[in-house]
């Protein structure tokens, strides 16, 4: 069962609603379309292009596809003001990514999941996603980090973000559904 409601995501100075149509929760999990992120480059088509996906393949219907850019940044903030996670819970961030068949660039320079908590607590991986593109054709979940609020003001921001900013190598050819939030299970 989805709760239907409104609330606020605040990225780099810019407020937008995600409405039921970039945000669904239920019991196990929150899910941020790629629409509801800030994404550089975003509104260029040279580089992202806004594509259609089916309801089997989507809850939301659009994804975020790649089309090439040497400097990749995805950032999302959730407001815990708008939404009550457990404090006594771990939770896993996860990127809903497909890579295309001519996907590129994704095997010389890792990218880097990061996740920050009101406390200004970060916890930073790092990944090089050219192992994901041998099964490109399905959707596949990429491990962003976790995270916990037992110490943090529980009316702040959690901050996700995927970059790779340092090198000038091109990369291409993802398509980004969204991001799940969920309990981490032990």
């Known amino acids: 069962m989805q709760r239907?409601?409104?609330?606020?995501l605040t990225g780099m100075g810019n407020t937008m609603l995600a409405s039921e149509?970039?945000?669904k929760m239920d019991k196990k999990e929150i899910h941020l379309s790629s629409r509801a992120m800030r994404i550089t480059w975003g509104n260029d088509c040279r580089f992202w292009q806004w594509t259609n996906l089916s309801k089997d393949e989507s809850c939301f219907g659009l994804g975020a596809e790649l089309i090439q850019v040497n400097w990749i940044e995805v950032v999302s903030l959730l407001d815990l003001a708008k939404i009550r996670l457990d404090p006594m819970k771990n939770y896993e961030v996860i990127y809903?990514?497909?890579?295309?068949?001519d996907a590129f660039g994704w095997h010389s320079c890792p990218i880097i999941f990061?996740?920050?908590?009101p406390?200004?607590?970060?916890?930073?991986?790092s990944e090089i996603l050219d192992y994901y593109k041998k099964n490109g054709h399905n959707w596949q979940e990429i491990y962003g980090g976790e995270f916990s609020l037992a110490s943090s003001n529980l009316?702040?921001?959690?901050e996700f973000s995927m970059k790779e900013v340092k090198t000038d190598w091109w990369k291409g050819g993802i398509?980004?559904?969204?991001i799940k939030i969920r309990p981490k299970v032990a």
Not at 96 to 101: E, L, Q, T
Not at 119 to 125: A, I
Request: without cysteine.
């Open 114 to 117: 990061e996740v920050s908590t």
């Open 96 to 101: 809903i990514v497909k890579f295309k068949v």
């Open 21 to 23: 149509e970039f945000f």
């Open 175 to 178: 398509v980004l559904e969204g």
């Open 119 to 125: 406390d200004g607590k970060k916890r930073r991986r």
């Open 155 to 158: 009316m702040g921001k959690v």
């Open 4 to 8: 239907k409601f409104t609330m606020a």
